[in-house]
């Protein structure tokens, strides 16, 4: 598990490509530290496995689930990436709970400034992450933890600080380019235990009628 707290800015050694699989040589300096292999690093908000590694590079697979679903297919060498190691048990959780699990890419749209602010809208693909995201919540982007701002039809925006611009690769993000999105994991339990009606579903305890809307508005929820 991730917090969405981008350690440190990496670039991309090298990558070598087969088909739809990949394998990533990515320097770095503090993340290297305390690295073993086989330790989760999150690359632009996507959880792979260290396979190998120097005292100041490491190398990772992308096999084709990832290739399809991230824009890590899009990567070319010399590229700036966030980098973040899994959280420690006993560190702060200054993000939200991120799983490094790319749920769709986004198109970024436009980039403006709001002051000391950069505002960044981006259309998601596909368009029904939309349903995860709600004002004020929780969105990761390349990585990043952020807040959604505002939800305007198709697309969404978030508003960057100084230093988070500073301290991730996301500067280098541009009108037309591709980020790596992953919602709010709550949302998606939430949906899958409202709406889930197969065959496997666990049998509800006699005498209740289980968890769906109607329950949720008799009582008073929704």
Known sequence: MFTGLVEEIGRLKSVSRSGEAMVLWI??????????????????????????????SFNVD?????????????LTAGQKLNLERAMSAGGRFGGHIVQGHVDGTGEIV???????????????APSDLLRYMVA?????????????????????SVSIIPH???????????????????????????????????PAAVPAAEGSKGLDLNFLAENGFV
């Open 27 to 56: 320097e770095a300096h503090k993340i290297m530290e305390d690295m073993k292999l086989g330790d989760s690093i999150a690359v632009n908000g996507v959880c792979l496995t260290v396979t190998s590694m120097t005292a100041a």
């Open 62 to 74: 992308v096999m084709p689930q990832t290739y399809k679903h991230t824009n890590l297919s899009k």
């Open 110 to 124: 436009n980039v403006r400034r709001d002051y000391n602010a950069v505002v960044y809208t981006i259309k998601p």
């Open 136 to 156: 004020q919540g929780s969105i990761t982007v390349d990585g990043i933890s952020l807040t959604v701002a505002e939800l305007d039809g198709d697309r969404f």
């Open 164 to 198: 988070t611009l500073a301290q991730t690769a996301l500067g280098t993000k541009n009108s037309g380019d591709s980020v790596n999105l992953e919602c709010d994991v709550l949302g998606k339990y939430v949906e899958r235990l409202l709406l889930y009606n197969g």
